[in-house]
């Protein structure tokens, strides 16, 4: 896949960070997610997807969070490849959808262009982890999402109104299709 993952932190913590960011990229099928193959693990970050995707060493007990940080993280390399135009319309109509979203305190974004996005990637995230982990898991595990819950638990409540937003501006995200 031509992944390369370089520690900024080179501890033991981030050396089994990458060792099992490895694993999952050699357990997974992940090729339909990636968007960037430049990955960085640095200690005490808060992962983000630019300008390198960067990971910290948070979820390194955890395998399947760790699974999900990087997806997500990707699915920002996504939603930045597709038309800003439609993306554009897309985040103002999940405005009209949701008028108020809380602050970062409260569950939402850093900001209040971030909750929206991430409402956004949320449509993107939840249909990926179910491919990658079941129905049953993604959701459990999705809902748990200690980061931006608000968000979290918006998509899955309104997940049928998201889509239809993201549909109507064509910009449905489909694994399969990658594949072929």
Request: charged share 20%.
């Given at each position: 896949?031509?992944?390369?993952?370089?520690?900024?932190?080179?501890?033991?913590?981030?050396?089994?960070?990458?060792?099992?960011?490895?694993?999952?990229?050699?357990?997974?099928?992940?090729?339909?997610?990636l968007?960037?193959c430049h990955?960085r693990?640095?200690?005490?970050v808060i992962?983000h997807?630019?300008?390198?995707?960067?990971?910290?060493?948070?979820?390194?007990?955890?395998?399947?969070?760790?699974?999900?940080?990087?997806?997500?993280?990707q699915?920002?390399?996504?939603?930045?490849s597709l038309?800003?135009?439609?993306?554009?319309?897309?985040?103002?109509e999940?405005?009209t959808?949701?008028?108020?979203?809380?602050?970062?305190?409260?569950?939402?974004g850093?900001?209040?262009?971030?909750?929206?996005?991430?409402?956004?990637?949320?449509?993107y995230?939840?249909?990926?982890?179910r491919?990658?982990?079941?129905?049953?898991?993604?959701?459990?595990?999705y809902?748990?999402?200690?980061?931006?819950?608000?968000?979290?638990?918006?998509?899955?409540d309104?997940?049928?109104?998201?889509?239809?937003?993201?549909?109507?501006?064509?910009?449905?995200?489909?694994?399969?299709?990658?594949?072929?």
């Amino acid at each position: 896949m031509g992944i390369r993952i370089e520690l900024i932190t080179d501890n033991p913590r981030s050396r089994l960070t990458r060792l099992r960011l490895e694993a999952l990229l050699a357990q997974y099928d992940l090729s339909p997610f990636l968007f960037t193959c430049h990955i960085r693990i640095e200690s005490g970050v808060i992962p983000h997807s630019h300008p390198v995707l960067t990971m910290n060493a948070r979820h390194v007990e955890n395998p399947e969070r760790l699974l999900m940080t990087f997806v997500h993280e990707q699915l920002h390399w996504f939603v930045e490849s597709l038309d800003p135009q439609k993306t554009g319309k897309a985040i103002a109509e999940i405005a009209t959808l949701f008028p108020e979203v809380p602050e970062h305190q409260a569950g939402g974004g850093t900001d209040e262009g971030s909750t929206y996005l991430h409402l956004l990637i949320g449509v993107y995230e939840i249909e990926s982890l179910r491919s990658l982990l079941g129905v049953s898991r993604a959701s459990e595990l999705y809902s748990t999402i200690d980061v931006y819950p608000w968000v979290y638990r918006t998509v899955m409540d309104h997940e049928a109104s998201l889509k239809a937003i993201v549909a109507k501006h064509a910009l449905e995200f489909r694994p399969a299709d990658m594949l072929d």
